[in-house]
Antibody
Framework: QVQLQESGPGLVKPSQTLSLTCTVS??????????WSWIRQHSGKSLEWIGY???????YSNPSLKSRVTISVDTSKNQFSLSLSSVTAADTAVYYCARHMVLTSLFDSWGQGTLVTVSS | DIQMTQSPFSLSASVGDSVTITCRASQNIDSYVNWYQQKPGKAPKVLINGASSLQAGVPSRFSGSGSGTDFTLTISSLQPEDFATYHCQQSYITPHTFGGGTTVEIK
């Protein structure tokens, strides 16, 4: 059973870059058929897909965030990362990393989530 | 982007009740809908994929139906552990989008 764990600063200043890492255990990030994803949830209920990356390095991002988002994969560490630039208070949210399975088109495994607050 | 409109926003029900949550897509998405359950402070957990396929280990009191633009999640005979927030999600095309969530509360 694959497990995911987010890590990174819980507080980021406005205009700076939010950086998070997700460590994958119990499975290889280099296995095909899976995308490594970032999803966030604001203090309301709704979830927002940020984007995902394949182990080969191909990435896909939500157009609403695309110009600010970078997702990368480090197969040697079995990790993937999110960078979100020029953050504002609107980027304050719980950030989840998750595995997206190509075959079922499903986010089937999730990290526990990490709260990132944007504030000076 | 495909908009997923979920209703109701919240509902109150008692143990043993049957409840239905609906999700409407802004365009035809065939059967590419997944349902997740989320408890406070926890990550979402998959219940159903492909509109009606129950994930392994999910109790049979959960069921999903629909195709095209209209989808439903039904919980028959609510149990105490079912009080949570439920999300629909379309996987037809990127960007993946979620409904606004429905919170099922204890009456």
């Amino acid at each position: 059973q694959v497990q995911l764990q987010e890590s990174g600063p819980g507080l980021v200043k406005p205009s700076q870059t939010l950086s998070l890492t997700c460590t994958v255990s119990g499975g290889s990030i280099s296995n095909g058929g899976q995308y490594w994803s970032w999803i966030r949830q604001h203090s309301g209920k709704s979830l927002e897909w940020i984007g995902y990356a394949y182990y080969s390095g191909n990435t896909y991002s939500n157009p609403s965030l695309k110009s600010r988002v970078t997702i990368s994969v480090d197969t040697s560490k079995n990790q993937f990362s999110l960078s979100l630039s020029s953050v504002t208070a609107a980027d304050t949210a719980v950030y989840y990393c998750a595995r997206h399975m190509v075959l079922t088109s499903l986010f089937d495994s999730w990290g526990q989530g990490t709260l990132v607050t944007v504030s000076s | 982007d495909i908009q997923m409109t979920q209703s109701p926003f919240s509902l109150s029900a008692s143990v043993g009740d049957s409840v239905t949550i609906t999700c409407r897509a802004s365009q035809n998405i065939d059967s590419y809908v997944n349902w997740y359950q989320q408890k406070p402070g926890k990550a979402p957990k998959v219940l159903i994929n492909g509109a009606s396929s129950l994930q392994a280990g999910v109790p049979s009191r959960f069921s999903g139906s629909g195709s095209g633009t209209d989808f439903t999640l039904t919980i028959s005979s609510l149990q105490p552990e079912d009080f949570a927030t439920y999300h629909c999600q379309q996987s037809y095309i990127t960007p993946h989008t979620f409904g606004g969530g429905t919170t099922v509360e204890i009456k």
